[in-house]
């Protein structure tokens, strides 16, 4: 049988990578399935290369995009906290224009004569891909979420595209642990409902969302663990070489920190908080470096856009502060790799939730500065260590410096509990593949 994987893999986000690679992994162990494929996120053959490489050089098989980003490729290191006047109305026509084309895809799915006479080859061959399927599922992550852009009716149909594309070829569908939330906007609500009420299995990664999602859509949505916590580390010795080349050893009492850009949606006053948010971080570098620790700034995200990318947050934090012994890891890593990096660190802040998982499963104690939607508020809960969290909008440095002081004088103690939370995960996986596996019996 054959899987298609969704929305798409992005190599340059190592969270993403993680998502991706754990999704294929729990796919493949089911032993249901000899094909699976996955939807390339890149809008330009070059950007397709960049995205996909670790992916290929890990086994994975992609096949192009349907639907392309309303971007095509085109991102502005400029733009990394709010978009120009003339880039919002380039994404508004070519989101105008991408929304017909995918309507008509839509309707007229189930004939290949017809999408192929009106379409490139390469979408007429990604169409009979999906065609082909037996089951397509949702990789892991923060998927649906809203906050009243008024670009949101946009944004879910973006999302839910191949959700669509999969009912109306009549395939199974399977959203593996995900969160979800908020749904405000115009439309994102009766889109959601529309396009999730009937599939086969859907689950989210954490109880907030979970609620979220099952008010909305009147059932109950199982919680299982994001696939992240199942990410094997990686080669400890190759972490070891990395950090190296940076003059930083095991026995360097390293701080771990991520940070990305963030344009605080549905907020007016965006770039104060941004501001903000990057200054917070900056004086508590300070902070650690009179300490005497090291401050390691990790790539969790190098994009594929300047929003999603992390080293435009990291320049502005270093505009702010910079000194010796902060120390940036300016890498593109695969997923296991960083965390096998993180696993060295001594504490942990970060932004990118991702980089969170990776640290708590290789026990550092760590702070998570929560956003986009209910995932870091969600899965902290769930773990007992909601307080540990600091939502990006409410974050300053006396918190910060706060919760670290904290941490370190019940340093033992924070690092058992953060071992008793994981046992609640173990099962989650075969739980999982049980589950897919019952669909066919």
Known sequence: MKAIIVPGVTDLNKGDQALVWESYRLIKDTGLFNDIVIVNSGDTEEETNELSKQSLEHGLVMIEKILPHPRRGKHKDTDHIEDSKIETLRLIKNAILDYLRTSFILMFCNYKFIIKTFFPKKIYQSVKEFISADAV????????????EKTAPYIMWYLLFYIRLAKKLKKKVVFLPNSYGPFEGLTVKKQIRSALNELDLIYAREHVSAESLGSLLKRKIPVETDLGFFLPIGDRNKALQVLG?????ENDKMVGV??????????RNSSE?????????????????EKNYKVVICNQSIGPNSHEDDRNAIKDILSKFDHENVIWLNENLTCDLLKAIYS????????????????????????????GGNKTNGIMDD????????PIDEVNSTILIQKFEKVV??????????????????????????????LYL
């Open 137 to 148: 599922f949702v990789k892991g992550g923060g998927f649906l979420h809203a906050y009243g």
């Open 245 to 249: 080349k940076y003059h930083l050893s």
């Open 258 to 267: 991520t940070v990305r850009p963030w344009r605080f949606p549905g907020k």
């Open 273 to 289: 908080l941004y501001n903000n948010y990057i200054n917070s971080i900056a004086t508590m570098m300070e902070y650690l470096v």
């Open 344 to 371: 060295y660190f001594y504490f942990f802040v970060g932004t990118r939730f991702h980089s969170i998982i990776f640290s708590i499963t290789s026990l550092v104690p760590s702070i998570a500065i929560g956003y």
């Open 383 to 390: 773990l007992q260590l909601d307080d540990l969290m600091i």
């Open 409 to 438: 004088d019940k340093y033992t103690i924070t690092k058992k509990k953060i071992l008793d939370s994981k046992n609640f995960i173990l099962d989650s996986r075969i739980k999982l593949i049980n589950d897919i596996r019952s």
